[in-house]
Structures are given as C-alpha cells and as structure tokens.
C-alpha cells in the first residue's frame, strides 16, 4: 500500500467520523428543538399585573402560605391536614377574551428545574370547583400548591387551559415576588388551619 492510499483511506475514515459526530449531535438537538417548539406560548408578568395573552387574561391578588389546612369533614373535630413542608396559596382573577375557558394547567415553577403541580391533600378543604372563565368577566379563583419551605423564593406560576396542542395553546408566566426575605416572611407567618374557601385561618 503506497503513501497516497493510506492517505485516501485515513481521509475517508476522518470524513466517516466527522459525519457520524455531526449526525448524533444533530440527532441530539432535533427532539430538544420539537419539545421547545410545542410548549406554548408564554406571556411574564409580576403580582398585581394582568397578564394578558390571545386567549385569556390572569392577575395575581393575594400569596399566602399556610402550615396546615382546614379538613373537608365538619363532622367531629377532625384535625387540621398538615404538612412537612409547606402550602403556598396563590389568590387571583381571571377572564378569557373569546368564549368561555378553564384554566387546566396550573404549576408552580422554581429555581433549579422543580415544578410543583396544583392541589390540596385528600381531606383538606379545596377552594370549591374549578371555575370555567367567561368573557369579559373576571372571577375570582384559587390554586394551592405543597411544597418544601426551601423552594419557596424565586417562585413563578404558569398557568394555561391546557389542551391536544400545546403549540396552539397560551400561558401565564407570573414571578410571585418571592425573594429570600418575603420565603422567611410567609414561613413565619404561616397559618393553622386555613380554609381555602373562606380565605382564612
């Protein structure tokens, strides 16, 4: 074998490995791209905003934290549903802007890629039904979400109505405000037995 085939071969071998690179790297990417291109579209705001997209419009009021909260039994005098971390309650308005819709989607999305889904514990009190948002109409809602105390600060609720297509789809983005001192704040203010349909201890 002269010098010149074992340079073609070697070159071949090279262009072999770079295109094989460039496929698993592209290979890699592709999914990445497709996830970020079928999450819906996100509008931010802060407490206190409207945030308001094509589908619907949402406004923060109220965050709250709770250590525990009012059990659904009225019966006897069944304890308080407690927790080892926390609840955080988030208090809001809603309207949508075209026909009537509810918001299916709700998380709570912290600092290093946690998401904590909406809901009581079974046998806490809930805030009543999931209302279906009319036009031009705000009503008033709200979501609680059980959490580790120290997950509290840098908190942002993303809502949306959900659906088959997510690409189609809009959602809220709104930052609560939580900073380090306002996470010691509500875990020290946090109460006992809070009713969520009434709003309070």
Not at 15 to 27: F, K, N, P, S
Not at 69 to 86: C, K, N, Q, R, Y
Not at 144 to 155: D, I, N, Y
Request: aromatic share 6%.
């Amino acid at each position: 074998m002269n010098v010149r085939q074992v340079l073609l071969k070697g070159g071949a071998g090279l262009g072999g490995a770079v295109l094989l690179a460039g496929a698993m790297w592209l290979h890699s990417l592709i999914p990445e791209l497709r996830a970020t291109e079928l999450d819906p579209i996100r509008d931010g705001g802060e407490v206190g905003e409207e945030v308001r997209n094509r589908d619907f419009s949402v406004r923060v009021e109220k965050v709250e934290a709770a250590r525990s909260l009012a059990p659904s039994l009225s019966l006897g005098d069944p304890p308080p549903v407690g927790t080892e971390g926390i609840y955080l309650v988030v208090r809001f308005k809603a309207t949508s802007h075209r026909e009537p819709l509810e918001l299916r989607t709700a998380q709570l999305e912290t600092p290093g890629g946690y998401v904590y889904r909406e809901g009581p514990r079974p046998g806490a009190t809930s805030a009543g039904a999931r209302p279906t948002f009319q036009p031009l109409i705000w009503t008033s809602a709200a979501y609680v979400f059980e959490l580790p105390k120290q997950r509290l600060e840098g908190a942002h609720l993303v809502v949306g109505p959900g659906g088959l297509l997510p690409q189609l789809s809009a959602e809220a983005d709104i930052d609560l405000g939580i900073t380090r001192e306002r996470a010691n704040e509500l875990v020290q203010g946090a109460a006992q037995g809070y009713d969520l349909k009434a709003g309070t201890p």
